[in-house]
């Protein structure tokens, strides 16, 4: 978390530094107040949604809405993992069109 915050702060100076060509120093210092301030709200905002719990599943009769019942249960009870999981999964996802083109597959089979 740490780390984040002086990324962050470095932006905002760097986001200064820029402006300071163009703007005069009271604007400048407003607009980089604005920045913080949007992305403070986003935080908080992202916050709020992350903390509401999640609506009763549904379960059907078919076999993939069992499925999708265990794996949701699952990432309910492990969210951190699931995170990393979804995160590496991702990355690789963008990464190697190998990797997007075998999801699919995966996601989508033909019939």
């Known amino acids: 978390m740490g780390l984040?915050?002086?990324?962050?702060?470095?932006?905002v100076a760097a986001l200064q530094a820029?402006?300071?060509?163009?703007?005069?120093?009271?604007?400048?210092?407003?607009s980089a107040g604005v920045v913080v301030l949007m992305v403070a709200i986003a935080l908080f905002v992202a916050a709020r949604r992350l903390a509401r719990p999640l609506p009763a599943l549904e379960v059907g009769n078919g076999d993939l809405s069992?499925?999708?019942a265990q794996a949701l249960r699952w990432?309910?009870?492990n969210p951190k993992q699931a995170a990393i999981v979804a995160a590496i999964l991702g990355f690789l996802a963008g990464a190697m069109p190998e990797t997007r083109q075998a999801l699919n597959e995966i996601l989508y089979p033909r019939r």
């Not at 984040?4 to 932006?11: A, D, F, S, V």
């Not at 820029?18 to 407003?30: A, E, K, R, W």
């Open 75 to 77: 990432v309910q009870e």
């Open 66 to 68: 069992n499925v999708a």
């Open 18 to 30: 820029y402006l300071g060509f163009y703007l005069s120093p009271p604007l400048v210092d407003l």
């Open 4 to 11: 984040t915050i002086i990324g962050l702060l470095h932006l």
